[in-house]
């Protein structure tokens, strides 16, 4: 029995021998293989996730229509920063290409027609947005058919002390008191230069705005140093900008520049007519587009009926090729409840409409139906856009609304004002040219 015993000791201990050792360190080593295998995968996971939600946010970021703009980023940027401050974040955002974009084709029921020319909708953006032309093709890109710069003064001025700009959120309101700051004509022309393609060839249907179904207008403003009663700094401002414009914005109405809305009396206004026609008539043609630039007057609300009268008058008997309804206002409707309503300076946005509307009925009754009309004043929706068509305006313009609703406003504006002409089964087109045929002044 020992002899067994011991046998089998032995047979175990050449078990051992002949059996594979591992060492703890082997052991170790496959352990921390398995696990870096595992991490890698999980790395891999988290960054296909991490890309794949990046991707779905930027396609979500880039469709002007989607809420984070309106309700999220908008109020965000209004409520973290003071007015002015929010503003050029706003301008610098869509000067840099990184702004969202209307990614829906305008649909046939919106197109409109100026001056012979078909643009894709009715909708554009006012002057005082992108005061510089920083960031012309980044507003196109959010569906408005045509896009007003300025106001441009011939030299660079800093425009009024700050503050300037005051929101009237309880009452969707603005006031302003810029006063023309601009960079001026030289800075804004070497940009307008700069978006020119190097081997551009000019169309029949070339516009200055570079984009088909669009147009680029830039509004001339007169610095505060020059005499206010001399035409010159908005001459200098046609010959300047005429090859670069499809059309040029008078602007004698804001409120913000010491006697500038006294060039609306009728002496001085007509002055100003001659001389600013006279001029661009002398241009050569644009290389951009082979046409010298229309010229357009923008009108102040605050006139008096008798001087609407004049103004249509003088307008009958010039060249000006139409007429903005309006600018902003210095009166102070008493359904304002916001505390900002005594700051100095003009009001814009839903407060402006009723007075805006009116004074585009009095002029669409005293001009030709040949005298297109911009309706501008309290424009934040599709029904907003139509009353000015049926009171006879052939285009529209928003400009507060857009500051408080964010870059999905045209297109928002476009989709009610479509689903509104639908239910009627009619188009833009014919809305204006039934309301203009019926409501201007005919020679007697």
């Known amino acids: 029995m020992a002899a067994i015993h011991l046998r089998t000791i032995g047979f175990r201990h050449v078990l051992r021998k002949q059996a594979p050792h591992h060492s703890p360190v082997f052991t170790r080593s496959l352990t921390t293989a398995s696990s870096s295998s595992q991490s890698s995968a999980r790395t891999a996971v988290y960054a296909t996730v991490f890309a794949a939600s990046v991707g779905l946010f930027a396609v979500y970021y880039y ?4 809420a984070i703009h309106r309700y999220v980023l908008t109020p965000v940027l209004r409520r973290t920063f003071d007015a002015e401050t929010g ?54 890109n959010l569906g408005f058919s045509w896009v007003e710069i300025g106001s441009v003064t011939p030299k660079a001025q800093p425009g009024n002390p700050k503050p300037r700009v005051f929101h009237l959120p309880d009452d969707a309101a603005l006031i302003n008191r810029y006063g023309f700051p601009s960079q001026g004509a030289a800075s804004v022309i070497s940009r307008l230069r700069a978006r020119i393609p190097k081997f551009h ?18 509004n001339l403003g007169k610095n505060k140093s020059s005499p206010v009663e001399s035409p010159d700094d908005f001459v200098t401002g046609v010959k300047t900008f005429g090859p670069y414009a499809d059309v040029l914005v008078v602007n004698v109405s804001s409120p913000n520049t010491p006697g500038l809305r006294g060039l609306q009396n009728r002496e001085l206004l007509e002055d100003l007519l001659t001389s600013v026609t006279k001029a661009r008539d002398e241009l050569e043609p644009s290389p951009i587009t082979a046409r010298r630039p ?41 359904s304002l409840t916001d505390l900002n309503k005594s700051e100095m300076g003009g009001l814009s946005g839903a407060p402006l409409k009723p007075r805006a509307l009116q004074v585009l009925k009095t002029l669409r009754a005293h001009v030709p139906a040949s005298i297109p009309l911009i309706g501008c004043g309290g424009i934040s929706t599709g029904a907003d856009a139509l009353d000015y068509a049926r009171a006879g305006a052939s285009l529209v313009q928003v400009y507060t609304g857009f500051g408080y609703d964010g870059v999905g406003t045209c297109r928002r504006i476009k989709d009610e004002l479509e689903a509104l002409l639908r239910a009627e089964n009619t188009t833009w087109k014919a809305v ?8 201007s002044w005919t020679k007697p």
Do not use: C, M, Y
Request: aromatic residues 2%; glycine residues 8%.
């Open 294 to 334: 229309r010229l357009v007057l923008k009108i102040a609300p605050d006139l008096e009926e008798s001087q609407i009268v004049d103004i249509a008058d003088l307008i009958r008997k010039s060249n000006i090729d139409g007429v903005i309804v309006s600018n902003t206002t210095i009166s102070r409707p008493a």
């Open 87 to 140: 503003h050029k974040i706003a301008v610098k955002v869509l000067q840099s290409g990184l702004g969202p974009r209307d990614p829906v084709q305008d649909d046939e029921k919106l197109r409109a027609e100026f001056w012979g020319r078909e643009l894709s909708n009715p909708v554009g953006l006012a002057a005082g947005f992108d005061k510089d032309g920083e960031a012309i093709d980044g507003i196109l």
């Open 432 to 439: 204006v040219d039934e309301s203009v045929q019926k409501l």
């Open 63 to 66: 469709d002007a229509r989607s």
């Open 201 to 218: 060839e000019t169309k029949g249907d070339t516009t200055a705005a570079l984009k088909p179904g669009s147009v680029l207008a830039i």
